[in-house]
């Protein structure tokens, strides 16, 4: 290899420009060929495929279920934890303490208590912020008051 040939050469694992330039490739949103085929060969076929998809999972046949199911249940349920009333960002912390409770006692998954966390944290820090605000337009008031 020679020099200007190393220097040309990108280092191992490296991206390089993916298409020609010029050349912007498919544009966003674009199907592919094998997509589009599909497609057309498919139209006007969905009710026939999605009424023998539900007979054979009545048949007994649980993978079609599964599926089946995965698309008509939604992914997550509504949970019900006791939570104290927050009026300032202090009660997050008795908040906290009640999610970590019912994820103890298993009345939610750790993913479920994880979620009401976050919620109850950022809640917290709307309500330091308001507090934040309401202070710093008293501070102001007085200081125009004085001047």
């Known amino acids: 290899m020679t020099q200007s040939e190393g220097d040309l050469a990108q280092p191992k694992g490296a991206r390089g420009r993916p298409f020609a330039k010029g050349n912007a490739g498919r544009r966003p949103g674009s199907k592919n060929r094998l997509s589009a085929i599909s497609a057309s060969l498919l139209a006007g076929e969905e009710q026939d495929l999605v009424r023998r998809a539900i007979e054979l999972a009545k048949a007994g046949d649980t993978q079609m279920l599964k599926f089946l ?79």
């Open 69 to 147: 199911l995965n698309r008509i249940l939604p992914r997550e349920r509504a949970v019900k934890v006791y939570l104290p009333k927050m009026e300032y960002a202090d009660d997050a912390v008795e908040a906290l303490g009640a999610i970590t409770q019912a994820v103890s006692e298993g009345q939610i998954s750790p993913g479920e208590g994880a979620a009401l966390a976050a919620i109850v944290n950022s809640y917290a820090r709307a309500i330091d912020l308001a507090d934040l605000v309401k202070r710093l337009e008293t501070v102001e008031l007085q200081l125009s008051s004085v001047g």
